[in-house]
């Protein structure tokens, strides 16, 4: 406790880090060079830093098990709190471009497992380009979800390439993903909604859920009111576009 209130950046009541140290830009330019370490494969990556309770922290293979699910531009870190209880079982990772907010989530997710025993275990944050490295993280086939929740729109058409849904990096996911994975995608911008519907429809390793399968989903429904943006978006009376899809083997 007075570590915390010799502490301006954590809250006395909660415990929790204050967004208010740790703000940032709403979004980076992914194109840009950033400096920060980079695994060279899947298999360098050290996930005892991430995981001490399932990961051996000597260098030896404490566990089998792997991360599953991907929230790419993880922001202040909502969805993935809450996929962390819906989920207990399975290891998730945010991972963010921003320093400060990777930070922060950091920083939230360790006093969570301070106040809660046991609990957010299996959740974790790490600072990198998405769209450079994904494939440095994640072997082929190996998540079953991938989150883009309110992705930057890009709105100049020369920016476009900087989008994090596109036809060539949808090839990048499409390889880490399994078969049956699921990307789920959302904004508030019907343009940039009508733009990734576009790309998954008409890539050859996706196929739209059912309206049944979406209905039975229960990360569909964290999709508007997890995350910061979407609960903005909803106290504003806006309008969100979705398109969830499933990863599925080329025909032929």
């Not at 320093?99 to 006093?111: F, H, N, Q, S």
């Not at 890009?154 to 996911?173: A, C, T």
């Not at 390889?175 to 940039?192: P, Q």
């Amino acid at each position: 406790m007075l570590e915390n209130e010799a502490n301006p950046t954590i809250s006395k009541s909660t415990g929790l880090p204050r967004k208010r140290f740790y703000r940032a830009r709403a979004h980076s330019n992914p194109l840009s060079d950033s400096h920060f370490p980079v695994p060279i494969s899947p298999c360098h990556v050290d996930y005892s830093l991430h995981y001490p309770q399932f990961f051996s922290s000597s260098g030896e293979v404490g566990s089998i098990k792997k991360v599953q699910f991907a929230d790419v531009g993880c922001g202040f870190g909502g969805l993935l709190i809450s996929l962390s209880t819906l989920f207990p079982e399975t290891l998730m990772i945010g991972m963010e471009l921003r320093d400060k907010v990777t930070e922060y989530v950091r920083e939230r997710i360790l006093a969570l497992r301070t106040t809660n025993p046991g609990q957010y275990q299996n959740v974790s944050v790490v600072r990198t380009n998405s769209m450079k490295y994904i494939p440095n993280y994640f072997e082929k086939g190996q998540l079953t979800k991938m989150f883009f929740l309110f992705p930057d729109p890009h709105f100049k058409e020369k920016n476009h390439r900087r989008r994090v849904i596109s036809p060539h990096l949808l090839d990048e996911y499409a390889y880490v993903l399994e078969v049956g994975g699921i990307i789920y995608t959302i904004t508030d911008v019907e343009e940039l909604g009508d733009w990734m519907k576009s790309c998954l429809e008409n890539h050859p390793m996706f196929e739209a859920l059912t309206e049944e399968e979406l209905e039975a989903d229960p990360a569909v429904k964290l999709l508007n009111t997890a995350t910061e943006e979407g609960q903005k978006v909803a106290r504003n009376e806006g309008q969100t576009f979705q398109a969830v899809y499933r990863r599925i083997a080329p025909s032929l």
